[in-house]
């Protein structure tokens, strides 16, 4: 049951901003949107997450849209070192399973 | 900080044989997690530990695998007998704040069974 869609894959010049779309349709009212990146052969890696309001931190920002079926996670200014598979994930704040699905992955080319 | 520290990162190892895997979690986190990941299935969770006790061992596949967390710095996931078909990555995570925290993954331990 993925309750996130994704793009497969997608490239992006470094230098340049990269906007990681996330379709979440069926979102509930307490879930929050959660992304994570698995950059080869680590362990993944949490960026951010947000509920209704935009957020932004040191690696990203997260825009949810205003009826919270969608959001794009940005990375301003990609690096070739974030190249990695990031994942959407809707959750529950008091729900303890992080559901991985396929993840986007992004190739940041020089 | 060290962050979560896994062990082996790679192990190769005959069919039939017993694997052990080994997890330290950050300190000061209260919940542990396995994930496993192949490329045919991505990243399922096979156990959940919080405050020590075992919560959710839904994913656990079968029998032949179990996982214990004797005290709040170290866990195990054991294999017995190990099949081909469990040859994977297996990572081991852990949160401070249980089940709204964000989880900080270990690197991951390799496991080859031939």
């Known amino acids: 049951d993925a309750k996130t869609t994704q793009p497969p894959s997608m490239d992006c010049a470094e230098g340049r901003a990269a906007n990681l779309p996330c379709n979440h349709s069926?979102?509930?009212?307490?879930?929050?949107v959660y992304w994570y990146r698995q950059i080869h052969s680590q362990g993944p890696q949490y960026i951010i997450h947000?509920?209704?309001n935009n957020e932004t931190n040191e690696m990203a920002s997260l825009i949810i849209t205003e009826d919270r079926k969608s959001s794009t996670l940005i990375l301003p200014h990609a690096t070739l070192r974030d190249t990695a598979v990031y994942y959407c994930?809707?959750?529950?704040?008091?729900?303890?399973?992080?559901?991985f699905g396929a993840g986007t992955t992004v190739t940041v080319r020089a | 900080d060290a962050g979560v520290i896994q062990s082996p990162r790679h192990e190769v190892t005959e069919m039939g044989q017993e694997v052990t895997l080994r997890c330290k979690p950050i300190?000061?986190?209260?919940?542990l997690f396995w994930y496993r990941q192949t490329m045919m299935r991505g990243l399922e969770l096979l156990i959940y530990?919080?405050?020590?006790?075992?919560?959710?061992d839904s994913g656990m596949p079968e029998d032949r695998f179990s996982a214990k967390m004797p005290n709040a710095s170290f866990s195990t996931l054991k294999i017995q007998p190990s099949e081909p078909r469990d040859s994977a990555v297996y990572f081991c995570?852990?949160?401070?704040?249980?089940?709204?925290?964000?989880?900080?993954f270990g690197e991951g331990s390799r496991l080859t069974v031939l």
């Open positions: 995570a852990s949160s401070e704040r249980g089940q709204a925290g964000e989880l900080f």
């Open positions: 069926t979102i509930s009212g307490n879930e929050y």
């Open positions: 947000g509920l209704k």
């Open positions: 994930i809707v959750r529950v704040a008091a729900d303890y399973k992080l559901s």
């Open positions: 300190s000061g986190h209260n919940s």
């Open positions: 530990f919080n405050n020590n006790v075992p919560i959710d």
